[in-house]
């Protein structure tokens, strides 16, 4: 893993997206895989403004979310189809057939997971996942005890992620139960993760998910045996970080993130 350090949300969010707009241009081709949340709102108006002011091109690339809600439509102003049209994909130039989510309203969820992974693996993988982080350490929706091995399929959601999004909803029983979530193993198979997280409600977790034992309890602490792992914070979720002097000195010396220094 790697852990960058920014100034603020803004700093950290605009160096997420000059890393993705670094892998588009030098293959246009892309696989990219996307994520919801309040946090990549930032990263999502970043890339519009490389589009409109960059010509970055988003023409051929691929898109795969990591999760998506079960039951509601696509037209729902809380569905993730909905949140990626309306923070990225109308404002680019994404081929919309070019873009998948999760279909939470199949008839058969079992086999929309495993037609979900099918695909994923159709277009040769992942090739860079953005990933946001729960209060309670999930990616995508891997809540507590998810194998650290599993694969996208149909997930309960806890009362802590309940309650956390549940203001979006207009309360708790307006809220999905369940939703499809590319697994941890499934997330692990990218070639490339980039993980933001923002704020200080984010800290504590992001301590634990950097410098804590792996363990299924908290899923994010399974990209430390990732390959190529980038995580980017801001001062504030860095702040219960242990090491964070090692990892500004890493960014300030290593030769590879001289660009985005
Ligand atoms: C949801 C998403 C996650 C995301 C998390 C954090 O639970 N399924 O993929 O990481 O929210 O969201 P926020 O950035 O709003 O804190």
């Given at each position: 893993?790697?852990?960058?350090?920014?100034?603020?949300?803004?700093?950290?969010?605009?160096?997420?997206?000059?890393?993705?707009?670094?892998?588009?241009?030098?293959?246009?081709?892309?696989?990219?895989?996307?994520?919801?949340?309040?946090?990549?709102?930032?990263?999502?108006?970043?890339?519009?403004?490389?589009?409109?002011?960059?010509?970055?091109?988003?023409?051929?690339?691929?898109?795969?979310?990591?999760?998506?809600?079960?039951?509601?439509?696509?037209?729902?102003?809380?569905?993730?189809?909905?949140?990626?049209?309306?923070?990225?994909?109308?404002h680019v130039n994404v081929d919309r057939r070019n873009t998948y989510l999760p279909n939470g309203l199949a008839t058969d969820l079992d086999e929309e997971c495993r037609r979900y992974e099918a695909t994923i693996e159709r277009f040769g993988g992942i090739d860079l996942q953005l990933l946001g982080i729960g209060k309670a350490g999930h990616i995508g929706f891997n809540e507590p005890l998810s194998a650290l091995r599993s694969r996208t399929r149909v997930k309960a959601l806890t009362p802590t992620t309940l309650r956390q999004n549940a203001p979006?909803?207009?309360?708790?029983?307006?809220?999905?139960?369940?939703?499809?979530?590319?697994?941890?193993?499934?997330?692990?198979?990218?070639?490339?993760?980039?993980?933001?997280?923002?704020?200080?409600?984010?800290?504590?977790?992001?301590?634990?998910?950097?410098?804590?034992?792996?363990?299924?309890?908290?899923?994010?602490?399974?990209?430390?045996?990732?390959?190529?792992?980038?995580?980017?914070?801001?001062?504030?979720?860095?702040?219960?970080?242990?090491?964070?002097?090692?990892?500004?000195?890493?960014?300030?010396?290593?030769?590879?993130?001289?660009?985005?220094?």
């Amino acid at each position: 893993m790697e852990v960058i350090i920014q100034p603020n949300q803004e700093a950290a969010a605009g160096l997420a997206a000059r890393i993705v707009a670094r892998e588009l241009r030098s293959n246009p081709n892309l696989v990219l895989g996307l994520a919801t949340g309040q946090t990549m709102e930032r990263v999502y108006r970043h890339l519009v403004r490389l589009h409109q002011d960059e010509k970055l091109d988003f023409s051929l690339c691929r898109t795969f979310n990591l999760d998506e809600y079960v039951g509601l439509f696509p037209s729902d102003p809380n569905s993730y189809r909905h949140y990626m049209e309306h923070h990225l994909f109308r404002h680019v130039n994404v081929d919309r057939r070019n873009t998948y989510l999760p279909n939470g309203l199949a008839t058969d969820l079992d086999e929309e997971c495993r037609r979900y992974e099918a695909t994923i693996e159709r277009f040769g993988g992942i090739d860079l996942q953005l990933l946001g982080i729960g209060k309670a350490g999930h990616i995508g929706f891997n809540e507590p005890l998810s194998a650290l091995r599993s694969r996208t399929r149909v997930k309960a959601l806890t009362p802590t992620t309940l309650r956390q999004n549940a203001p979006l909803f207009g309360g708790e029983d307006k809220m999905p139960r369940r939703a499809i979530t590319m697994g941890v193993g499934t997330i692990l198979e990218c070639r490339r993760c980039l993980l933001l997280a923002t704020g200080s409600s984010k800290a504590e977790v992001v301590a634990k998910a950097v410098e804590g034992p792996i363990t299924s309890m908290i899923s994010a602490t399974a990209l430390q045996l990732h390959r190529r792992c980038t995580v980017i914070v801001d001062e504030d979720a860095a702040s219960k970080l242990a090491e964070r002097d090692y990892y500004r000195w890493i960014f300030a010396n290593e030769p590879e993130w001289e660009e985005y220094r």
